[in-house]
C-alpha cells in the first residue's frame, strides 16, 4: 500500500504528521456533549467496552449491576460518540449503532456537523492504541485505575480529520480488510476447538479406561463412572487429597515477590511468602470453576480458590487430569457468580489405579499430547500476530500513513485472499 505523496506537521505530540490536505481539529470542534434522560427507561440498554466499542447490553452475558428502573438514563442516537468515562483510559468508547439509553456515568457526544463527518470512520479511530493512550494521559484521579476522562480533557484531544471522501474509502478498505482477518481468526479458533476435542479424548481415555485396548472390566454401580478396569479403586475425593481455603493476600502482595498469587482466574499478581510449596491442584470456589489449576512449586491462593494438599494414594499430576474431567456443569451453584463449594468437591468419586498405572498412563500423555499442545500453541501465536496486524492497519488507515483512495475492493468478498 502507497504512501502519501505530501505530509504536514502538526502541534499534537500524539500524531506529529498528517497527509497535507487532512483537517486535524480538537474534539470540541467535531462534537457537542448531549445530555437527554429518558423518561421511560424502556429504550434498548446500551454497554461501552474497549473490545465492541458500543453494543447492545442483552448481548453480552452480564447479569451484575442490573438495575429494576432505567427512567433517567442517558439517550443515544444512531451515531452519537458514547465514552465509557471510568474506563477510556483502556478506550471503552464507539460510535452508537442505534438509538438507546446508557448509564448517567458515561459521556453522550454528537457531531456539530454530521454531513461533514462519517461515522463509521471514527468508529475506527476512536479506540487505536494511540489515542488510548492520550486518553490515559488526560483523565483524571488519585489512581491510574481510578482515572475519569471529562469532557473538558477530552475536548482539548485532536483528531485527524480527512475530507469525507476518504472517510468513506478508509472506511471501505477497512470494513473489507477486517472481515478477511476477523473470517482467518474464526476458521482458527475452530481449529483450536477441535484440536482440544482431540486433547480431551485421548486423555479422557486413558484416565478413565487405562492404555489396555481390551481391559478386563467391572461395573462400579456408579453411573458417572461406569464400567472401569478390574483393578482399579473408586474413592471420593476427600480420600485423595485435603482441601484448603485460600487467604486475603493483601499483607504478603508485593510486585517483586517470588512467588505468585493465584485465584480462580489464574495468576493475577506476586507475593512474599507462599501458603503451599506444591505441588498442588487449585479449584475455583468462586468466578471461573471449571479449570483446575496445577502448580508445582511454592505459591500463594486466594480465597476465590481452593488448593489441595495431595495425598500418597494419587500422583499430583494425575490428580490434575482427573480434575480437568470433572463436570464442573452440573455441581456449580449461583448464576450470576459461579460458585463451588469443599462439601460438594469431596464427595466427587474418581476411579484411579495403582501408582504405578499411573506412572505409565502420565508418561503416555505427556508424548500424546505434547503435538497437539504444540499445535495449538503454534495457532495461537498466529492468532495473536494477525490480532496486532489488525490493530496496525487500523491505525495506520485512520492516521493517513498509507493511502487508499486508489483502492478497490473485489467484485466479490473472499477470505482466503492473502491479508
Known amino acids: 500500500m502507497k504512501k502519501y505523496e505530501k505530509y504536514k506537521r502538526t502541534e499534537s505530540d500524539w500524531l506529529p504528521h498528517t497527509p497535507s490536505h487532512w483537517g486535524f481539529k480538537r474534539t470540541k470542534w467535531i462534537f457537542k456533549e448531549i445530555d437527554e434522560r429518558s423518561e421511560s427507561g424502556q429504550e434498548e440498554l446500551m454497554s461501552v467496552s474497549n ?10 452475558n452480564i447479569t451484575m449491576f442490573m438495575a429494576e428502573d432505567y427512567s433517567g438514563y442517558k439517550l443515544c442516537s444512531k451515531n452519537d460518540l458514547v465514552v465509557n468515562i471510568l474506563w477510556a483510559w483502556m478506550g471503552a468508547m464507539g460510535i452508537a449503532p442505534e438509538r ?72 471501505g478498505f477497512l470494513d473489507y480488510k477486517c472481515r478477511q482477518i476477523d473470517t482467518f481468526i474464526e476458521k482458527k479458533k475452530r481449529l483450536i476447538a477441535l484440536l482440544e476435542e482431540q486433547r480431551f479424548a485421548v486423555m479422557n481415555q486413558a484416565i478413565t479406561k487405562g492404555l489396555d485396548p481390551n481391559p478386563q472390566l467391572r461395573n462400579t454401580t456408579n453411573g458417572f463412572i461406569g464400567m472401569i478396569p478390574v483393578s482399579w479403586e473408586v ?49 475455583g470456589r468462586k468466578g471461573t470453576i471449571d479449570k483446575p489449576q496445577f502448580v508445582d512449586s ?25 480434575c480437568r474431567l470433572i463436570d464442573f456443569g452440573r455441581y456449580q451453584y449461583g448464576s450470576a457468580i459461579p ?22 498412563i502420565l508418561n503416555y500423555l505427556k508424548n500424546e499430547l505434547r503435538s497437539i499442545d504444540l499445535t495449538i500453541s503454534a ?28 483502492w478497490t475492493p473485489p467484485r466479490k468478498f473472499s477470505p482466503n485472499q492473502p491479508l
Open 51 to 60: 473490545y465492541t466499542g458500543v453494543t447492545r447490553r442483552s448481548e453480552k
Open 100 to 171: 438507546g439509553i446508557v448509564s448517567t456515568a458515561y459521556g453522550v457526544y454528537r457531531f456539530r456537523n454530521p454531513t461533514e463527518m462519517h461515522p463509521a470512520y471514527f468508529e475506527y479511530l476512536v479506540r487505536i492504541p494511540q489515542l488510548v493512550i492520550e486518553y490515559g494521559r488526560r483523565s483524571k484521579g488519585v489512581t491510574p485505575s481510578r482515572a475519569r476522562l471529562y469532557s473538558d480533557s477530552l475536548f482539548q484531544i485532536e483528531f485527524p480529520i480527512p475530507p469525507l471522501i476518504e472517510q468513506r474509502a478508509i472506511t
Open 235 to 283: 474413592r471420593k475425593l476427600k480420600y485423595m487429597v485435603k482441601i484448603l481455603n485460600g487467604q486475603d493476600a493483601k499483607e504478603v502482595e508485593d510486585e517483586d515477590g517470588l512467588y505468585p498469587i493465584i485465584g480462580s482466574g489464574g495468576e493475577f499478581g506476586r507475593a512474599n511468602s507462599y501458603l503451599s510449596m506444591g505441588p498442588s491442584v487449585l479449584l
Open 298 to 322: 511454592p505459591f500463594w491462593a486466594v480465597d476465590t480458590a481452593f488448593f489441595t494438599k495431595i495425598s500418597s494414594l494419587v500422583l499430583p499430576k494425575y490428580f490434575y487430569f482427573l
Open 339 to 360: 460458585s463451588m463449594t469443599q462439601f460438594v468437591l469431596n464427595n466427587i468419586h474418581f476411579a484411579i489405579p495403582r501408582l504405578e498405572e499411573q506412572i505409565e
Open 379 to 406: 495457532v495461537e501465536k498466529e492468532i495473536d500476530l494477525v490480532v496486532k496486524y489488525k490493530k496496525s492497519l487500523i491505525a495506520h488507515a485512520v492516521l493517513g500513513k498509507i493511502d487508499v483512495r486508489d
